[in-house]
């Protein structure tokens, strides 16, 4: 994926972008991630399906902003569809991307021909869901990658991995390139009831629900599938709520089955 800048309402964009006459992609990542997680499904998706990744607002490279709705991160999708010159695209989100592309289906039906949520519930509130990670006291700077992790993990994280995929050099040490200050807004921002969002849409959708996830329940997805028209549930077995690295292969092959067959 090449790596590609777009200015958004005076902001800064960064995206990662296959390129090719295909079918469009807009792949959507989570809280605290990247565009670049998307960078596997590209590869398996290449010569069939451009996708583009973006880093979304105060995420990655992209510019800090002030605001964190769900609406203002949908609106961002938007404007970088146009900056493209994107008439439409099918849109997949992890985790909060998955928040993202639902409100996005429902705000702007016209642009998202397709909808593919991955590990994301609509009641994004105790007890079905852990809406808000504490990383309020996580290190700004540490000397070293490694150490940088080891610090996170010292706030109770099991494993640093995703978080360090975020991670950058600075002439200070290294540090992580979200301020954890945005992060602890926007989780809250995502906090409630979305249920409002899934049901307004109606084009075909992917619920994808990891086995092991602390996320979307079971229970939950089932009730989203049944609330929502048109909507294909798929459960990944063994795998926790970074579905896609538990299950690279699965995951590509359920994402590009689907568009097969709902773009084809």
Do not use: K
């Not at 979200?178 to 049901?199: I, K, P, V, Y």
């Amino acid at each position: 994926m090449t790596e590609r800048h777009a200015d958004i309402d005076g902001r800064h964009v960064t995206y990662l972008d296959t390129g090719g006459p295909g079918p469009v992609l807009l792949a959507l990542h989570g809280h605290f991630g990247r565009g670049r997680i998307y960078a596997p499904l590209a590869r398996a998706l290449a010569g069939r399906y451009r996708v583009i990744a973006p880093d979304q607002r105060s995420h990655g490279r992209s510019d800090h902003a002030r605001t964190f709705s769900p609406e203002a991160y949908a609106d961002d999708a938007v404007a970088l569809l146009d900056v493209l010159g994107i008439r439409s695209a099918a849109v997949l989100g992890h985790s909060m991307g998955g928040a993202v592309a639902f409100v996005l289906a429902a705000r702007a039906p016209e642009r998202v021909d397709a909808l593919l949520v991955a590990d994301m519930t609509v009641l994004n509130q105790e007890p079905e869901a852990h809406p808000v990670l504490d990383c309020s006291s996580w290190p700004r700077r540490a000397p070293t990658r490694e150490a940088l992790g080891a610090a996170i993990e010292a706030h109770g994280i099991p494993d640093a991995g995703y978080f360090l995929q975020s991670a950058a050099q600075f002439e200070d040490g290294w540090g992580l390139l979200f301020e954890t200050g945005d992060m602890m807004a926007s989780q809250r921002a995502f906090a409630g009831d979305l249920s409002a969002h899934w049901r307004a849409s109606g084009q075909p959708a992917l619920l994808l629900r990891a086995e092991h996830s602390f996320m979307l329940s079971a229970h939950m997805a089932r009730r989203m599938v049944a609330e929502r028209p048109d909507t294909e549930l798929v459960t990944f077995p063994g795998c926790g709520h970074w579905l896609y690295e538990d299950d690279p292969d699965g995951f590509a092959r359920e994402v590009g089955g689907f568009l097969d067959r709902t773009l084809g």
